[in-house]
């Protein structure tokens, strides 16, 4: 990435450019990324930042730690994270797949832009009752949290793996809900001249506060069809009606 920004010029430009988000603390993966057992410790964090900026070579503009670890009091995990802004190496922190209890008293310890990176998407993820505990989704009741709270949502797997533009053919994803939703969905696309995948982005962009769709894709129709979320405008009622339960 680090070279990528450069070989497109982007390094030296203003930070509404080009802003760089890196993670740490992530828990052990066996072979694949062997990690010590508290993977939240306050000197592992600091290791793992300079680490990034050692590949990168470029500004950290956010960094974010990839998972909980509930033995880690939250307090300590505020002062390791307050230090490593404070000595330079981030402008903005935050916390990625954290319940909202721990991330309300980190807002309460830490000042400044707190972002909050959980899973979100209309589609209802079936990890939120899923075996892995570090892993989890934003509701409804999040959103509204956040924005009374001044925390930044940021959501990956924004477009469900592709859920509504698929027109349910995702396992992953697949439940009598979200074939609820995207019914819905797929009724207001034609409304609207849509597509259903915009319209379940343009739910997102709905909600209140700052909630900010991650997109990844390495197809540029893909890409185009996403950002074309940004034109549409739901009103409360249309938002509100997507968030359809199965009985």
């Known amino acids: 990435l680090g070279q990528a920004l450069r070989d497109l010029g982007l390094h030296d430009l203003a930070l509404s450019e080009a802003r760089v988000t890196t993670k740490g603390g992530h828990p052990d993966a066996g072979d694949l990324y062997p990690r010590p057992e508290r993977y939240l410790a306050p000197e592992l964090l600091m290791t793992d930042l300079l680490e990034s900026h050692d590949r990168l070579r470029h500004r950290v503009d956010t960094f974010l730690l990839h998972r909980d670890d509930p033995r880690e009091p939250v307090a300590d995990i505020a002062d390791a994270l307050g230090r490593l802004r404070d000595h330079g190496m981030t402008r903005a922190l935050g916390v990625s797949n954290w319940p909202r209890a721990r991330v309300a008293e980190l807002r309460q310890l830490l000042v400044g832009e707190l972002v909050w990176q959980n899973q979100g998407s209309l589609a209802v993820s079936t990890q939120r009752e899923g075996p892995d505990p570090t892993t989890r ?111």
């Not at 207001?188 to 343009?202: C, D, T």
Request: glycine share 6%; proline share 4%; aromatic share 8%.
């Open 137 to 247: 989704a934003f509701t409804v009741d999040d959103f509204a949290w956040a924005a009374d709270h001044g925390v930044i949502c940021t959501c990956y797997s924004a477009t469900a793996n592709g859920y509504f533009a698929r027109d349910g053919q995702v396992p992953s994803f697949d439940s009598a809900t979200n074939r609820a939703r995207l019914a819905v969905a797929a009724e207001l696309a034609r409304a609207k001249g849509a597509s259903a995948n915009q319209i379940a982005l343009a739910w997102l962009l709905a909600q209140p506060g700052d909630v900010r769709p991650i997109l990844g894709t390495t197809n540029v129709a893909h890409l185009e069809d996403a950002m074309g979320a940004q034109a549409i405008e739901l009103t409360a009622d249309e938002r509100d009606a997507l968030t359809v339960f199965a009985p």
